[in-house]
C-alpha cells in the first residue's frame, strides 16, 4: 500500500494543474496561481515521501513529468495567453478576426511554454549531472514567474502597467523563459543544503537580496523573485568563468 502514498501525491500535482488550467480559461487567473502553487507543494513531498519511504520507482518518476507538464507547462502557458490576450486590442480572444498577424502571433506565442517544458523534463530526466543544481531554469521556477505576476497585477497594477502592460513585452519573457528552459546555463536550487556559509553562499545572499526588495517594495517583490534568480544564475556563472581562465592560466604561467 505504502509504494502508491507518493503517486497519489503526484496525482494530486497533476490535479493542480489541471485546475489551474480550468480556472484561467474562465478567467480566474488568482484562483489559478493558486493552483500551480499547490502542484508545487506536492511535486516537492511526492519525491521526499518516496524516500522516506523507500519506494522510489521508475514508474513513479515517470508519473512525476508527466504531472509537472501539465502544471508547471501548460497551465503558466494558459497564464501568459490570459495575461498577453489581456493587454491586446479589445482585451479578449473574441477579437481574434480583428487582429493583424502581430497580435495573432503573440496571443500564440506561450505554446511555446508547454513545447519547452517538455524537452526540458525529458533532458532533466536523462541528464546526470542535474543532481545538486540545475542545467537550465527547472520547470516549476518558469511557473513562479507568470504566478508573480498575476499576483503582482492584482497587488500592484500600476507597476505592473509600467514594466509588462505590453504585449510585445510579454512575449519577450515568454521566448527569453522558453530558451533559458533549454538552455546549458547552470542555475542553482533553492534548496539549502545544511547550514553553512559556504555551500548556501549563493542562496543565502539571494535570499537576503529578496528581503531587501520586499522591504522597499512589499508584495510588489513577486515581480522580481525570478528575474533575480536568473541574474543570480548569470552573475555564478561568469564569476565559474572567470575563476576557470584565472586557473588556467595561472597553469600556463606555471608550466612556462
Known sequence: MKKHIPNLITSMNAISGALAVGMAMYGELSLAAICILAGMVFDFFDGMVARLLHVKSELGKELDSLADVLSFGIAPAVLAHCLIVEVLPGGDIGYWKEWGWEERLL???PLLIPAFSVY???????DVRQTMSFIGMPVPAHALFWIGLVWGKNWSPDLYGALFGNAWVLGICVVILSLLLVSELPMFSLKVTGLGWQGNKIRYIYFLVLVLFACFLGRSVVFFVIPLYILFA???FFSSLNQQQDHNQHSHNQVK
Open 107 to 109: 496571443a500564440l506565442l
Open 120 to 126: 526540458r523534463l525529458a533532458k532533466f530526466n536523462l
Open 234 to 236: 548569470l552573475v555564478a
